[in-house]
C-alpha cells in the first residue's frame, strides 16, 4: 500500500462546512504540488446538526485508491462535543494528532493519550467579523498550526477563493487569528 | 486548466464542452448535482443550451429522443431506478439510433431503498443496445462525456456513460478541463443525415410487419428484424469506432489510450483481475503488494462494456493462468454478467485459464483494500479452492 500517502479524516456537523474546509485544503496541497488530493465525503442521510465525515488523502503521485480512511494521520474535529461520539478518534496512528474547535485546553480532553491541539474557532471567529457558528474557514489556521503541512498564505488564499461572494476577508482572518491562537498542548 | 471538483461536476463540464443543445432531467440521488449544475450553467447563460424541466425519468428521456429526432445534441443522466423508469424509452432510443448520450451514476437498485453506489443499474440495461462505457476516474468522466457524442453520432446509436455513484460522483479530485477550441476541433457540430423536419415531413418508427415490405416508393425496405441486425452489426462496429474516437481524442486534445481495456501491470501477469468502474483503480494498490509477495498479477478495467471487446479480451488474456472477475452487480440465479462475457471470449481460445467471480460492494457496502488483497491472494495461490460460483466478499451476517 502506497505509505506516502497523508490521511486527514474530517468530523463536523451537518451545516458545518467540514465538507467545504477539507475542499480548500484540497486545493491549496494541490497548488503546493501534491498532484494526488483527494477527497471523499463519507454520505449518510445528512441532516443538519447530525455527525458527518470526510475523507481527505494527500499525496504527492495519483492516489489510486478512493476506500474511506481507517488509519489516519490526522482528524480535525469541528465541533469538540463530537470527541464525545463513539468511533471519532478510531484508527488515529500512534503519532497522529487530533485538532479541534474547543475552547477548552488540550490537556483538557481525554484522547486516550494522543497528541491534540485546541482553537477557539467559534469565538475566534466572531472576532474576526463572522457570525456566530461559522467555524469551517478558522479550523484551517488550526490545521495549518498543527500539521505544518501547507503554508499558510495559500490556504488564506484559497479560503478567499472560496468565500469569495461570502465575506471572504472575515473568513481569511478568521484563518491567520486561529494559527497565532492555536494550542499544541504539552 | 486543473480544478478540484465532483465527478458530477467534471460531467456536467463535459457536456457544456461538448455544446449540448437541449438538456432534460429528473433529479436522482446520487445524479443530482450533475443536473443541478447543467441547469446553473444554462441558467446563468453560461450555456446555450434548452433545459427541459420534467416530471419523471420517463419523460426525460422522451424529451431527448424527440430532440434528438429533430436533430439536436441532447443529453440527460440518471440513476438506478430513475434509469429502470426510463427503461422503455432506453429500447425506443436504440431502436430509433439516436446519438443521446446519458450519464449513468451508477447506484444499487431498490428494494430495498439504497443510494449508494453499485452497478446493477447499468448492467440491467446492458441488453438495450446502448453502447456503455465506464469511467474510472473524474479525467476519464469529462474526458468520455465529449467522446460519447462523437461516438454516439457517428454510429447513430445512443451511449450510456457510467461511473460510480458517491466514490466518483460526490468525491473531489484534480482534472483538467479541455480547451473548448481543442473540443470544438474534436467534435464536429451535429448534422444528422435525416431528421424531423416540418419543410420536409416523414413518418420516422412506423410499424413493420414479420416480414419485409416496399415503402412509399415502392423500394424494398428492411423490416423489424433487418432494422435489429443492422443495429447489431453497426454495434460490432462500434469497437473500432471507439478506438479511432480515442485516437483523434489524443491529437485534438492530448489526452487518451486504452480505451476498450485500460491496463495496468498486465504484460507479464499470471493472474488478472477484471472489472468495472472504479474498482479497478482501488486495485492497483492490490496488485502492487501482491507483486512485492512475488506472485505476478495485474489489473484490467473493461472501459468499454457494451459492445463486448470480446476478441480483445481473448487476444489480451491468453498468456493468463487465471482472471479473477470483481463484480458490483449479479445475473441473480446464474453469476456475475461480466463474468459471464468474459468466459464467453475465452471460449475461442484453446488454452484458457481459470476464471473466478467475485461478488462485492452491494449497496454501497464499503470494499476494504485488505478483503480485495485477501481474496485475490486466495484465488491466486489456492485457485482449485474456488468453484464456479460466485464468491461473496464483504457480507457481514
Known amino acids: ?186 | 486548466m486543473h480544478i478540484i471538483e465532483s465527478g458530477n461536476v467534471a460531467a456536467a463540464t463535459g457536456v457544456k464542452l461538448a455544446r449540448t443543445e437541449v438538456i432534460a432531467a429528473y433529479p436522482i440521488t446520487p445524479q443530482t448535482p450533475l443536473t443541478e449544475k447543467l441547469s446553473e450553467l444554462v441558467d446563468s447563460g453560461k450555456m446555450k443550451a434548452e433545459y427541459i424541466p420534467v416530471e419523471s425519468e420517463h419523460s426525460a428521456l422522451a424529451v431527448c429522443i424527440a430532440a434528438s429526432s429533430a436533430g439536436s445534441r441532447a443529453f440527460t443522466a440518471t440513476s438506478a431506478n430513475g434509469l429502470l423508469y426510463m427503461s422503455e424509452q432506453i429500447h425506443w432510443a436504440a431502436g430509433a439510433r439516436l446519438p443521446i448520450v446519458m450519464c449513468v451514476v451508477n447506484r444499487g437498485i431498490g428494494a430495498p431503498w439504497t443510494v449508494w453506489n453499485d452497478h446493477q443499474d447499468a448492467i440491467s440495461q446492458r441488453d438495450a443496445g446502448w453502447i456503455q462505457l465506464y469511467a474510472c476516474d473524474h479525467q476519464q468522466i469529462i474526458d468520455t462525456v465529449i467522446q460519447a457524442f462523437h461516438i454516439a453520432e457517428t454510429v447513430r446509436i445512443p451511449v450510456m456513460v457510467c461511473y460510480d455513484g458517491y466514490l466518483l460522483s460526490h468525491t473531489y479530485m484534480p482534472f483538467e478541463i479541455p480547451e473548448q477550441d481543442a473540443v470544438d476541433a474534436f467534435l464536429p457540430k451535429f448534422s444528422p443525415s435525416y431528421f424531423l423536419d416540418p419543410k420536409n415531413p416523414a413518418n420516422l418508427n412506423t410499424v413493420t410487419l414479420p416480414d419485409i415490405r416496399p415503402d412509399v416508393r415502392g423500394n424494398m425496405a428492411p423490416g423489424y428484424m433487418e432494422i435489429r441486425n443492422n443495429l447489431h452489426t453497426d454495434m460490432r462496429k462500434t469497437i473500432s469506432v471507439v478506438e479511432e474516437m480515442d485516437r483523434k481524442y489524443q491529437k485534438t486534445v492530448g489526452r487518451g489510450g486504452n480505451p476498450l481495456i485500460e491496463k495496468y501491470r498486465c504484460e507479464d501477469a499470471d493472474f488478472i483481475a477484471v472489472c468495472l468502474g472504479s474498482l479497478s483503480y482501488q486495485l492497483r494498490d492490490v496488485v502492487d503488494t501482491l507483486r512485492g509477495e512475488g506472485i505476478k498479477t495485474g489489473v484490467a478495467g473493461i472501459r468499454l462494456y457494451r459492445p463486448f471487446p470480446d476478441k480483445t479480451v481473448a487476444a489480451e488474456f491468453v498468456n493468463a493462468k487465471g482472471l479473477i472477475v470483481f463484480e458490483k452487480a449479479l445475473s441473480y440465479g446464474n453469476q456475475g454478467a461480466l463474468y459471464s462475457d468474459i468466459k464467453s471470449a475465452l471460449y475461442r481460445n484453446d488454452n484458457r485459464p481459470f476464471v473466478h467471480n467475485y461478488i462485492l460492494g452491494l449497496g454501497g457496502r464499503e470494499i476494504k483494500t485488505p478483503d480485495l488483497l485477501h481474496a485475490f491472494r486466495i484465488s491466486c495461490t489456492d485457485f482449485r479452492k474456488i468453484g464456479d460460483d460466485p464468491q461473496w466478499i464483504g457480507l457481514k451476517l
Open chain 1, 1 to 186: 500500500m502506497s505509505d506516502d500517502v497523508i490521511k486527514i479524516r474530517w468530523h463536523g456537523r451537518g451545516g458545518q462546512g467540514a465538507i467545504t474546509a477539507a475542499k480548500i485544503v484540497a486545493n491549496a496541497a494541490f497548488e503546493c504540488g501534491y498532484n494526488g488530493v483527494v477527497m471523499t465525503p463519507t454520505f449518510g442521510t445528512e441532516r443538519r446538526g447530525a455527525p458527518v465525515l470526510t475523507s481527505l488523502k494527500i499525496s504527492r503521485n495519483k492516489i489510486y485508491d478512493l476506500s474511506p480512511i481507517s488509519e489516519p494521520d490526522m482528524i480535525v474535529v469541528l465541533d469538540h462535543l463530537l470527541l464525545e461520539e463513539p468511533g471519532v478518534i478510531n484508527g488515529l496512528k500512534s503519532d497522529g494528532i487530533i485538532i479541534v474547535n474547543s475552547p477548552k485546553k488540550p490537556a483538557d480532553h481525554a484522547v486516550n493519550g494522543k497528541k491534540i491541539a485546541t482553537a477557539d474557532v467559534t469565538s475566534i471567529a466572531v472576532e474576526a467579523g463572522l457570525k456566530q457558528g461559522i467555524v469551517n474557514s478558522g479550523i484551517i489556521g488550526a490545521f495549518a498550526k498543527a500539521s505544518g503541512l501547507i503554508e499558510l498564505n495559500i490556504l488564506l488564499k484559497k479560503i478567499k477563493e472560496e468565500f469569495h461572494d461570502k465575506k471572504p476577508s472575515e473568513n481569511a482572518e478568521s484563518a491567520r487569528l486561529t494559527f497565532s491562537k492555536t494550542d499544541m498542548g504539552g
